[in-house]
């Protein structure tokens, strides 16, 4: 049974730094592309960052280029996100995706979310 778990989030100054933390079990983590996805009041879901099974290759999307990192640890089986720079707008419940395309079609599994507040 897959299951992500994701933490470090909270309550952060403009300006500071937070890392978010995705600990993956229940299969085969280099197997799935982990992303992670946020979603403010009144939005939608929205793409932040994405990265391979192999970590060989990362997307992230405009709004966070040069100032978010993705990026994966095969012997802890976690995701992190590194968030610089944080702006009010990026406040959002955050969650982490599993992903993988199979001859049945696409598998995909979400973590619960940890919400991200940016305010003085």
């Known amino acids: 049974q897959v299951q992500l778990v994701e933490s470090g989030g909270g309550l952060v100054q403009p300006g500071g730094s937070l890392r978010l933390s995705c600990a993956a079990s229940g299969f085969t983590f280099s197997s799935y592309a982990m992303s992670w996805y946020r979603q403010a009041p009144g939005k939608e879901r929205e793409l932040v960052a994405a990265i391979t099974g192999a970590g060989g290759s990362t997307n992230y999307a405009d709004s966070v280029k040069g100032r978010f990192t993705i990026s994966r640890d095969s012997a802890k089986d976690t995701v992190y996100l590194q968030m610089n720079s944080l702006k009010p707008e990026d406040t959002a419940v955050y969650y982490c995706?599993?992903?993988?395309?199979?001859?049945?079609?696409?598998?995909?599994?979400w973590g619960q979310g940890t919400q991200v507040t940016v305010s003085s």
């Open positions: 995706n599993a992903q993988r395309t199979t001859g049945w079609g696409i598998e995909s599994s």
